[in-house]
């Protein structure tokens, strides 16, 4: 069974821009999250999907969006990027919103210059 | 808002030694997860534990969850280079359903 894929893995990106990374939750799984790590603040919730619908966001500014698809792939947007938006972003795919076993893609590496 | 307290945030140790992480919470976790994390990868699920009191054991690695479940902890046994990585523990409450709130991690070196 493969695993979460998250593309791109690196990116590069200039303030002001915006950005969207995908992200393919293991087959079967219908629950998406995105977390956003940073060696200052660790790991930090930005959102969770289930049936293309947002169930629950963390305390992000608008810039971050995301959204669902019907075959529970998933993106996430930033727009307007800042240099602090500079960091890891995963995502997690669970069989569905009551299972709160989590598992991580590799992430996808964002720099901001 | 919950807050998870892990610590050691460092660990540096002889191949061979044992070692205690330790993870608290003022509040009630529903579940706790346990994750190791090597550097550019994400964080993989090392066990879930979600009744007070268990205990769950991984070859050289014990987890256990306290009895009023705001605690946990992570021993390693004879530790080798190879458990060498950031330790992540994470918790979903009652209040937030299934969103993980994530302990700052203890970044463990078992030197050879």
């Known amino acids: 069974k493969a695993g979460v894929t998250q593309t791109p893995r690196y990116l590069i990106k200039t303030r002001g821009q915006q950005v969207t990374l995908s992200c393919s939750p293991i087959s079967g799984h219908r629950s998406v999250s995105w977390y956003q790590q940073t060696p200052g603040q660790g790991l930090q919730f930005l959102f969770e999907?289930?049936?293309?619908?947002?169930?629950n966001k963390g305390n992000f500014p608008g810039r971050f969006s995301g959204r669902q698809f019907s075959n529970s792939r998933s993106e996430m947007n930033v727009s307007t990027l800042e240099l602090g938006d500079s960091a890891l972003y995963l995502c997690?795919?669970?069989?569905?919103?009551?299972?709160?076993?989590?598992?991580f893609g590799q992430g996808t590496r964002l720099t901001v210059v | 808002t919950q807050l998870l307290e892990q610590s050691p945030q460092f660990l540096s140790i002889q191949e061979g030694e044992n070692l205690t992480v330790y993870c608290n919470s003022s509040s009630v976790f529903s579940s706790l997860q346990w994750y190791r994390q090597e550097p550019g990868e994400g964080p993989v699920l090392l066990v879930t534990?979600?009744?007070?009191?268990e205990v769950k054991k991984l070859k050289r690695l014990t987890f256990q969850f306290g009895d009023a479940r705001k605690d946990s902890s992570l021993h390693i046994t004879a530790a080798q280079p190879g458990d060498t990585g950031l330790y992540l523990c994470?918790?979903?409450?009652?209040?937030?359903?299934?969103?993980?709130?994530f302990g700052e991690g203890t970044q463990l070196t078992v030197n050879p």
């Open positions: 534990v979600v009744t007070g009191g």
């Open positions: 999907y289930f049936s293309e619908t947002q169930r």
């Open positions: 997690a795919s669970s069989p569905g919103p009551m299972n709160t076993e989590a598992f």
């Open positions: 994470a918790g979903t409450f009652s209040t937030s359903g299934s969103r993980l709130t």
